[in-house]
């Protein structure tokens, strides 16, 4: 089962907006350290955003200031609001996170979403 299902992903043009998000599985006890990354064809996957268990947040340089990293804790989900979104952040998006189903820890990632900017 995967642990962390990514949605909200799409084709959006230059300026525009996407929240993606990321809902962890039933089977998830605890969830530390959230993080969202991306992967841009023949490029190595790079942190986006990172929200830790206290609610301070860490963005890569390119994202400052137009993305935002959020969690509901109630709802096991974490969010990514992007804004003002450029060609250059097409990539296929995934989140992260250090898991624990009650049994035991592993860092868990999701299936992934594509987002795709572009006129």
């Known amino acids: 089962q995967v642990p962390l299902v990514e949605s909200g992903g799409g084709l959006v043009q230059p300026g525009g907006s996407l929240r993606l998000s990321c809902a962890a599985s039933?089977?998830?006890?605890?969830?530390?350290?959230p993080g969202w990354y991306r992967q841009a064809p023949g490029k190595p996957r790079e942190l986006v955003a990172l929200?830790?268990?206290?609610?301070?947040?860490n963005y890569a340089d390119s994202v400052k200031g137009r993305f935002t990293i959020s969690r509901d804790n109630a709802k096991n989900t974490v969010y990514l609001q992007m804004n003002s979104l450029k060609p250059e952040d097409t990539a296929a998006y995934y989140c992260?996170?250090?898991?624990?189903?009650?049994?035991?820890?592993?860092?868990?990632w999701g299936q992934g979403t594509q987002v795709t900017v572009s006129s």
């Open positions: 992260n996170g250090v898991l624990s189903d009650g049994s035991r820890w592993f860092n868990g």
């Open positions: 039933g089977s998830i006890f605890s969830w530390n350290d």
């Open positions: 929200i830790t268990s206290r609610g301070t947040t």
